[in-house]
Protein backbone atom coordinates (compact mmCIF):
# COMPACT_ATOMS: atom_id res chain seq x y z
CA UNK A 1 0.00 0.00 0.00
CA UNK A 2 2.46 2.53 0.63
CA UNK A 3 5.65 2.63 -1.66
CA UNK A 4 8.77 4.76 -1.47
CA UNK A 5 10.38 5.43 -4.62
CA UNK A 6 13.87 6.24 -4.53
CA UNK A 7 15.92 7.78 -7.62
CA UNK A 8 18.90 10.11 -8.41
CA UNK A 9 22.07 8.30 -7.56
CA UNK A 10 24.56 7.65 -10.06
CA UNK A 11 28.60 8.51 -10.25
CA UNK A 12 30.24 11.22 -10.00
CA UNK A 13 33.39 13.02 -9.99
CA UNK A 14 34.75 14.82 -6.26
CA UNK A 15 33.29 18.04 -6.92
CA UNK A 16 30.30 17.22 -8.34
CA UNK A 17 27.06 17.04 -7.56
CA UNK A 18 23.29 14.71 -7.40
CA UNK A 19 19.98 15.15 -6.18
CA UNK A 20 18.07 12.51 -4.46
CA UNK A 21 14.61 11.91 -4.73
CA UNK A 22 12.02 10.27 -2.74
CA UNK A 23 8.45 10.05 -3.19
CA UNK A 24 5.99 8.89 -1.31
CA UNK A 25 2.23 7.71 -1.40
CA UNK A 26 -0.35 9.45 0.52
CA UNK A 27 0.42 12.25 2.77
CA UNK A 28 3.31 10.67 4.63
CA UNK A 29 5.69 13.38 3.27
CA UNK A 30 3.57 16.60 4.40
CA UNK A 31 2.51 14.98 7.54
CA UNK A 32 5.92 13.57 8.64
CA UNK A 33 9.57 13.50 9.52
CA UNK A 34 11.36 12.64 6.51
CA UNK A 35 15.17 11.71 6.88
CA UNK A 36 17.89 10.22 4.72
CA UNK A 37 20.40 7.98 5.94
CA UNK A 38 23.23 6.51 4.19
CA UNK A 39 25.55 3.45 4.78
CA UNK A 40 28.97 3.17 3.34
CA UNK A 41 30.79 -0.01 2.96
CA UNK A 42 31.86 -1.15 6.50
CA UNK A 43 30.81 1.36 8.66
CA UNK A 44 27.39 1.90 10.51
CA UNK A 45 24.10 3.68 8.58
CA UNK A 46 24.55 7.23 9.79
CA UNK A 47 21.61 10.33 9.64
CA UNK A 48 22.63 12.72 7.05
CA UNK A 49 19.91 14.93 6.85
CA UNK A 50 16.02 15.52 8.12
CA UNK A 51 12.96 17.77 7.34
CA UNK A 52 9.87 17.83 9.37
CA UNK A 53 6.55 18.19 8.95
CA UNK A 54 6.64 22.02 10.05
CA UNK A 55 9.60 22.34 7.63
CA UNK A 56 12.33 22.14 10.29
CA UNK A 57 15.60 21.12 8.79
CA UNK A 58 19.05 19.54 9.50
CA UNK A 59 22.17 18.55 8.54
CA UNK A 60 24.83 16.36 10.07
CA UNK A 61 28.05 18.35 10.18
CA UNK A 62 29.83 16.21 7.58
CA UNK A 63 27.31 17.71 5.15
CA UNK A 64 26.92 20.88 6.37
CA UNK A 65 27.34 23.71 3.82
CA UNK A 66 27.31 20.89 0.76
CA UNK A 67 23.84 18.94 1.40
CA UNK A 68 20.23 20.53 1.90
CA UNK A 69 17.17 18.54 2.22
CA UNK A 70 14.32 20.20 0.90
CA UNK A 71 10.46 19.10 0.21
CA UNK A 72 7.31 19.42 -2.21
CA UNK A 73 4.66 18.47 -0.23
CA UNK A 74 2.34 19.11 -3.84
CA UNK A 75 4.53 16.09 -5.38
CA UNK A 76 4.91 14.01 -1.88
CA UNK A 77 8.42 14.20 -2.60
CA UNK A 78 11.11 15.20 -0.63
CA UNK A 79 14.93 16.10 -1.96
CA UNK A 80 18.66 16.06 -0.99
CA UNK A 81 20.51 18.25 -2.95
CA UNK A 82 23.95 17.03 -3.10
CA UNK A 83 26.78 19.15 -3.82
CA UNK A 84 30.54 19.40 -3.57
CA UNK A 85 30.60 15.72 -3.30
CA UNK A 86 33.30 13.82 -2.06
CA UNK A 87 34.71 9.94 -2.42
CA UNK A 88 33.52 9.69 1.52
CA UNK A 89 29.83 10.36 0.36
CA UNK A 90 30.27 7.46 -1.36
CA UNK A 91 27.54 5.46 -0.17
CA UNK A 92 23.88 3.63 -0.16
CA UNK A 93 21.53 6.28 0.88
CA UNK A 94 18.16 5.19 2.23
CA UNK A 95 14.68 7.96 2.62
CA UNK A 96 13.10 7.41 6.13
CA UNK A 97 10.11 8.26 6.86
CA UNK A 98 8.77 8.50 10.68
CA UNK A 99 5.35 8.03 10.98
CA UNK A 100 3.93 8.12 15.11
CA UNK A 101 3.78 4.37 14.71
CA UNK A 102 6.60 2.84 12.47
CA UNK A 103 8.88 3.81 10.23
CA UNK A 104 8.85 3.40 5.83
CA UNK A 105 12.03 2.82 4.07
CA UNK A 106 13.31 3.34 0.62
CA UNK A 107 14.21 1.00 -1.72
CA UNK A 108 17.97 2.50 -1.55
CA UNK A 109 19.97 4.14 -4.11
CA UNK A 110 23.76 4.50 -4.85
CA UNK A 111 26.09 7.29 -4.44
CA UNK A 112 29.60 6.67 -5.74
CA UNK A 113 32.12 9.85 -5.85
CA UNK A 114 35.50 8.68 -7.62
CA UNK A 115 37.61 10.26 -10.11
CA UNK A 116 37.48 8.49 -13.59
CA UNK A 117 39.42 5.57 -13.87
CA UNK A 118 40.02 5.28 -10.43
CA UNK A 119 39.11 1.48 -10.23
CA UNK A 120 35.78 -0.26 -11.91
CA UNK A 121 32.56 2.08 -11.74
CA UNK A 122 29.31 0.48 -11.10
CA UNK A 123 26.19 2.11 -10.97
CA UNK A 124 23.22 1.05 -8.80
CA UNK A 125 20.17 3.21 -8.42
CA UNK A 126 16.50 2.84 -8.33
Known amino acids: QVQLVESGGGSVQPGGSLRLSCTAS????????VSWYRQAPGKERELVAT???????STEDSVKGRFTISRDNAKNTVYLEMNTLKPEDTAVYYC????????????????????WGQGTQVTRSS
Open 96 to 115: NIARWDRQYWGQETQVTVQY
Open 26 to 33: GSLVSSNT
Open 51 to 57: ITNDGVF
